[in-house]
């Protein structure tokens, strides 16, 4: 089974300011087809996930443009440009690729 | 307007079934691939399994945890996705979200409370 590993696990920022967070799958993600499922999620407190992020780098309709998705094969990178207060909550990243698809631990991002 | 309700939800004992309900609005629920996700209390999310769109053969797919006690079914007519879980097990305790999905779409639920105690 693919394993999907996040850092950090706990990211406390300042509003305004850049955030990172890492995602490392046990194996390529890359699919036959040509495509990376590598998708990223958002769990808002009390609120259901919501994706952010399809196919790597592909933003979800109605998702910022602060927020954007990098990498390949193996290593992955969600960034958000400047943090804002909606933003405090949990992101997983998630393979699609390889049934099972699995997440990775979660990020839990707060306001410093 | 798109939604995912699901119902079925509840405290149950440990060895007993549960079905659970997803019912989908807004959107051709036909085209889209139906999943189960679960998040235990204080915990990530976990996959249960998900069925494929008729045109892709109707099939499912489970976790392991689940495999032989779940089973994921689907009714086009109604726009309804079901999950059938036997065998409860106090670790099957989670919210239970249902997501509808293609490659551009992403809908979920608000999630059903499953509590399996004696």
């Known amino acids: 089974d693919v394993v999907m590993t996040q850092s950090p696990l706990s990211l406390p920022v300042t509003l305004g300011q850049p955030a990172s967070i890492s995602c490392r799958s046990s194996?390529?993600?890359?699919?036959?087809?040509?495509?990376?499922?590598l998708n990223w999620f958002q769990q808002r407190p009390g609120q259901s996930p919501r994706r952010l992020i399809y196919k790597v780098s592909n933003r979800d309709s109605g998702v910022p443009d602060r927020f954007s998705g990098s990498g390949s094969g193996t290593d992955f990178t969600l960034k958000i440009s400047r943090v804002e207060a909606e933003d405090v909550g949990v992101y997983y990243c998630m393979q699609g690729t390889l049934w099972p698809y699995s997440f990775g631990q979660g990020t839990k991002l707060e306001i410093k | 307007e798109v939604q995912l309700v699901e119902s079925g939800g509840g405290l149950i004992q440990p060895g007993r079934s549960l079905r659970l309900s997803c019912t989908a609005s807004g959107f051709t629920f036909s085209d889209y691939a139906m999943s189960w996700v679960r998040q235990a209390p204080g915990k990530g999310l976990e996959w249960v399994g998900f069925?494929?769109?008729?045109?892709?053969?109707?099939?499912?797919e489970y976790a392991a945890s689940v495999k032989g006690r779940f089973t994921i079914s689907r009714d086009d007519s109604k726009s309804i996705a079901y999950l059938q879980m036997n065998s409860l097990k106090t670790e099957d305790t989670a919210v239970y979200y249902c997501?509808?999905?293609?490659?551009?779409?992403?809908?979920w639920g608000q999630g059903t409370q499953v509590t399996v105690s004696s």
């Open positions: 069925i494929r769109k008729k045109d892709h053969g109707g099939t499912t």
């Open positions: 194996q390529s993600l890359a699919y036959s087809d040509g495509n990376t499922y």
């Open positions: 997501k509808a999905g293609t490659t551009f779409d992403d809908y």
